[in-house]
């Protein structure tokens, strides 16, 4: 983007922002700040710790909790002087971080003050033509309330109205969204998530509900294996305790089609076929039942349907049938299977990669089956690690932030076949042939906020298709990504400094507050006050249009956040006390040390028949993947030093992702004529994409890797390549299956 553009745009001019009083910060100073305590490079050096805490200088210390969608959710100080943040570094209060933060979260301070961050309402004069036009707040919010109200207006209800609400940005007051719309009426909701859908039905199918065990306590473990994810990139902060279980004798087994940072952390590797982890699963489970190592103790007192899971391992499974399918050796197997059984006890991690399959949430039921068998489930140091809901205990305080009693539910078809007194959902995982085909109303006005549904959602083609078709599409963002390039009217949001928040881990047991550290910055709003002003306007058009509260306070409502329930989950008086630190859940034990399951049983059920219900096995057995249709699995995971669509768009983060990058496997390169470094295409039934090649023996050579990401000067998007083909299992709990997103094929050319 050059000066012009940036005038155009509402950026200011300018090369890029570093810290105040500080030099810029090249690559290696950057890296530092990937350590495992406060990081001291983008610390100005007159702001020198204070014996008994606190810095010198004039500095007010704020705390902040960061909102991304990240396993660590990391607990955060701001450090303030003369109304500008000039620093962050973790809160040592949270022991799981440990006061460190990551590169993204030392990135903080430049993305709020990136001259490229959108600073006032603006107007598109020509969907995707990048004329903007500044608006006032007023002017912006008028033009949307009365398409609102046109839409009420035409179609008798307000399902003409869409919802596109993601966790871009997290926590409670980013949820407003939802509350101000449900203040209205029933909408048109988009519903699901692409990130662990078919995991979250898989485990409440098998225990009733996802919980994770404390990964503070996975020291405790004696055997790790690491299946499907790769933490050394997506949760640095969990690796401590993954280490520190091998200092006490632990064996790290790491399982996944590429050779990650992670794999070359742990003590054996294995490379398996991409989409068989739940043969592998099983044909482990066989060797057990074979050599006599299931914990026959801890079925008798936990478990139903086991039975019946014996037979059919001794029906259908084998270890050399495992082996087959999933390219690991027999030996292999056996040997670990039985070093599993033994061990005592033992863990599994599974990321959410493996169930973005077509056989997703069989896979994870397979995984899950290992752990029970040989007793790993409710125990210190064990567990089937996939996520956990057990900090989700916020209110949902005056209908502010969550939908109402009554508006999520099955619509009601009148006899004119017109839709009304109820909410109409979509699938997310299908939101562009969902905006296609939604009618009687279609959807008219797309709201969309916390995602950037044009990088992140698939079919990249037929999303433009899709919101070609809008009346009028609002975006609420931070920068002028692919999805605001498609909109009509885009309004500045705040960042974590400038707003009132609180976020609680979705992985690890903690929760704290988000002060806000800062005015907000250019003419940029919180989500609560862009709702009162969206309520305000439309009841002056239309009395009583919307019962939001006008007078929404955020500090307030946040605090009324804190019902009984989070107050004796945290052990918290009320949401006053985590001004004071973040607190942890008080819970005691691992995950169902109590012995009692959220199942119909009460146990852990081998044998679901909500499961089968929902026409799925109701057993654990093993589901073949999508068949291919190119010759090249496709992988799009996440990136090391950006989420999804976020970070790699700011320019300092660009000297470690200058252009996008596609990896190949040298012989799979040498078939096809092409080179390190060769400009390729990489075409799949859906669209194809350009980047630069790099050779790696570190994939398997029918696949190539590309990371999901936005960049500022590059029209790369991976969706292009990603199709809308469903995950298994998903709809049960999030409203939508998941989706296979690795379950995808196309092949690559030199150009």
Request: net charge neutral; aromatic share 8%; hydrophobic share 40%.
């Amino acid at each position: 983007m050059n000066k012009t553009d940036r005038a155009a745009r509402g950026c200011d001019n300018g090369r890029r922002f570093f810290l105040k009083g500080t030099a810029a910060m090249g690559t290696l100073g950057a890296l530092g700040a990937l350590g495992s305590g406060p990081c001291g490079l983008l610390r100005p050096a007159q702001a020198a710790p204070l014996k008994g805490g606190g810095y010198a200088g004039g500095y007010a210390v704020h705390r902040q909790v960061c909102p991304r969608n990240c396993y660590d959710t990391c607990m955060m100080l701001s450090h303030v002087k003369d109304g500008r943040v000039e620093f962050v570094e973790g809160d040592t209060a949270c022991t799981f971080t440990g006061g460190g933060l990551c590169v993204k979260g030392n990135s903080y301070v430049g993305s709020a003050y990136s001259p490229d961050r959108i600073k006032y309402p603006m107007e598109q004069q020509g969907r995707g033509t990048g004329k903007w036009k500044r608006l006032s707040w007023d002017e912006a919010i008028d033009k949307i309330a009365r398409k609102i109200v046109e839409c009420k207006q035409k179609d008798g209800s307000l399902l003409g109205v869409g919802l596109n609400r993601l966790s871009g940005h997290q926590g409670v007051t980013p949820n407003v969204a939802d509350g101000m719309f449900a203040s209205m009426g029933y909408i048109t909701r988009l519903v699901g998530t692409p990130c662990w859908p078919a995991g979250i039905d898989a485990q409440s199918y098998d225990m009733g509900k996802m919980l994770a065990d404390d990964p503070e306590e996975m020291p405790e473990s004696r055997y790790v294996i690491l299946w499907g994810g790769n933490p050394a990139y997506c949760s640095i902060h969990s690796m401590k305790y993954v280490y520190a279980a091998r200092e006490r004798g632990a064996k790290i087994l790491c399982i996944d089609p590429v050779f990650t940072q992670t794999a070359a952390k742990a003590d054996e590797y294995w490379q398996i076929r991409t989409g068989t982890d739940g043969a592998l699963a099983l044909g482990m489970c066989r060797h057990i039942l074979d050599k006599g190592l299931a914990d026959q103790s801890w079925l008798a007192a936990n478990a139903s349907g086991y039975d019946e899971f014996v037979a059919y391992l001794r029906d259908n499974v084998t270890v050399e049938w495992a082996s087959k399918e999933t390219g690991i050796p027999e030996d292999k197997i056996r040997a670990v299977a039985e070093e599993f059984a033994t061990a005592k006890p033992a863990t599994i991690w599974m990321g959410y990669g493996l169930q973005r399959h077509t056989n997703g949430g069989a896979t994870i039921r397979s995984i899950d089956t290992l752990c029970a068998m040989t007793g790993n489930i409710g125990v210190t140091g064990g567990g089937a690690r996939y996520g956990s809901l057990l900090n989700y205990v916020f209110t949902g305080a005056h209908g502010a932030f969550q939908p109402p009693s009554g508006s999520v539910g099955v619509q009601t078809t009148a006899p004119d076949g017109s839709v009304k007194n109820a909410r109409r959902t979509l699938n997310i995982n299908k939101m562009a042939e969902m905006l296609l085909t939604a009618d009687n109303p279609p959807v008219r006005l797309l709201w969309v906020t916390g995602c950037n549904p044009v990088s992140q959602i698939f079919d990249h083609q037929k999303m433009l298709k899709a919101l070609a078709r809008m009346e009028m599409t609002v975006v609420v963002d931070l920068f002028f990504n692919q999805t605001v390039e498609q909109a009509d009217i885009v309004l500045p949001v705040t960042t974590l400094f400038e707003e009132w928040n609180a976020n609680a881990g979705y992985w690890h047991r903690w929760v704290g507050i988000n002060e806000k550290a800062i005015e907000p910055l250019h003419e940029a709003k919180c989500q609560v006050d862009i709702a009162k002003l969206l309520t305000a306007r439309l009841n002056q058009l239309s009395p009583g249009f919307s019962t939001f509260p006008a007078d929404a306070d955020p500090r307030t409502l946040l605090m009324a956040e804190c019902g009984q329930a989070m107050k004796d989950h945290f052990g918290i008086a009320s949401m006053e006390d985590l001004l004071k630190a973040p607190a942890k859940a008080g819970k005691p034990g691992p995950a169902w040390s109590d012995g009692k399951y959220l199942t119909p049983s009460g146990r852990y059920e081998f044998k679901s028949d909500i499961c089968a219900r929902n026409g799925f096995n109701a057993l654990p057995v093993y589901v073949p993947g999508r068949k291919p249709f190119g010759p090249l699995r496709v992988l799009t995971p996440h990136a090391k030093f950006g989420l999804h669509s976020q970070f790699i768009n700011l320019e300092w983060m660009e000297d470690f992702n200058p252009e996008p990058i596609v990896y190949i496997h040298p012989e799979t390169a040498a078939a096809r004529s092409i080179r390190d470094g060769d400009m390729v295409e990489v075409k799949a039934r859906t669209g194809a994409t350009r980047l630069r090649a790099r050779l790696t023996g570190n994939m398997p050579r029918d696949h190539i890797l590309l990371y999901e990401a936005w960049f500022r000067n590059n029209t790369y998007n991976c969706q292009n390549l990603v199709d809308e083909e469903s995950a298994d299992m998903g709809e049960w709990k999030t409203g939508a299956p998941g989706v296979a997103i690795h379950d995808q094929f196309a092949d690559v050319a030199r150009v």
